[in-house]
């Protein structure tokens, strides 16, 4: 299966989409940020955009949020047009923004309370779905605690439930887990697929880690430079890239001729040169390979550091489409707060 040239996916009328993008673009003068990117998102389904910071993946999400206006091409979130009908797709999505936005002096409660009322949630129904969201993010034993005093991640679940307490259908989350630590971003993993199951929500994130998108999406589409290069399950994705295993390799002296001779062996379908002496090579049979790799170490009279196989990765999938790989960077934090409601009252 080839993703190369993909084709972008028409909006049917009346196909059950909860978000359909077509031919999208977004220009700030000269510079073209989204170069006509067209997906669609089926309800009920986590979808990501990953690709490296610069991509153009929260430019998307902030045409899709009606944050920023569409400069050509269209977007349909839930049936409704970000540009015509922007009043419609407000009230039905919910928006976790890149950066913790809610407001440290406030308790959790509190937080909550005021989104819900920026949304004209009547008191009966407001106090419900606080207590649903605080549940289903596990924070009901702070609500009252002031917002400052809890941990990242656990400020991370406030901005999640305050995204959710007006109800809505269609989640958007912008690098949801950026700045997290490797046990708080797995809790926010798993609270994300519990929620899916449980309320039944549509999902959009935006992410630069591999693994993320592997576990949570079941779809991902690879952005790069404004562009879209690839778009499938993780599966598919995978199974795009030439060679079915990656054996990872170190010589103990570098040379110039390493990355030719690799290319050489059988079954080898392409070397990726990470660092002095190391190297990543994709094959169609990993244990063969790893085989006559050592014999052509020992036959040449070199030593290898390291050797490892491993199945292809989405790593592999960006490198194949990109031709580089996608380091996890710190993303700057943004301003990216979700306006009101046209004369909703506090």
């Not at 490296?52 to 902030?62: E, H, V, Y």
Request: charged share 25%; proline share 5%; glycine share 8%.
């Amino acid at each position: 299966m080839s993703f190369r040239h993909h084709k972008p996916e028409p909006m049917v009328e009346g196909t059950p989409l909860a978000i359909g993008v077509e031919n999208i673009v977004k220009r700030y003068g000269d510079f073209e940020a989204v170069k006509g990117i067209s997906f669609s998102v089926a309800e009920g389904e986590i979808f990501g955009l990953l690709g490296p910071n610069g991509a153009g993946k929260s430019t998307l999400i902030r045409m899709m949020t009606t944050l920023i206006p569409v400069t050509a091409g269209r977007a349909l979130v839930g049936g409704y047009d970000v540009t015509k009908d922007s009043d419609a797709v407000r009230r039905m999505i919910g928006v976790i923004p890149q950066a913790l936005t809610s407001d440290p002096d406030l308790t959790v409660e509190e937080n909550l309370s005021i989104y819900a009322k920026l949304y004209s949630v009547g008191r009966a129904e407001r106090e419900r779905n606080i207590q649903e969201v605080l549940e289903a993010v596990d924070l009901v034993k702070w609500r009252d605690a002031q917002t400052k005093t809890l941990s990242g991640g656990m400020r991370r679940r406030v901005e999640i439930a305050r995204g959710l307490v007006h109800n809505p259908s269609i989640f958007f989350l912008d690098e949801p887990t950026t700045g997290l630590d490797p046990v708080s971003r797995i809790a926010v993993w798993e609270m994300l697929n519990h929620l899916k199951k449980t309320r039944n929500l549509t999902m959009l994130l935006t992410t630069h880690y591999m693994e993320e998108a592997d576990r949570l999406c079941d779809r991902i589409a690879i952005v790069d430079h404004g562009k879209l290069v690839a778009l499938g399950t993780p599966v598919e994705l995978k199974q795009s890239v030439p060679g079915s295993n990656v054996v990872e390799v170190q010589f103990q002296r570098e040379d110039d001729t390493w990355k030719a001779r690799l290319e050489a062996l059988p079954d080898v379908t392409e070397v990726q040169s990470q660092s002095a002496g190391v190297y990543r090579v994709l094959t169609s049979n990993g244990s063969k390979t790893t085989t006559q790799l050592v014999e052509m170490a020992a036959g040449l009279g070199e030593q290898l550091t390291s050797l490892s196989v491993q199945n292809t990765s989405l790593d592999d999938v960006f490198v194949h489409y990109t031709g580089r790989q996608l380091r996890d960077e710190q993303v700057k934090p943004v301003n990216f707060v979700m306006p009101p409601r046209p004369g909703a009252q506090p």
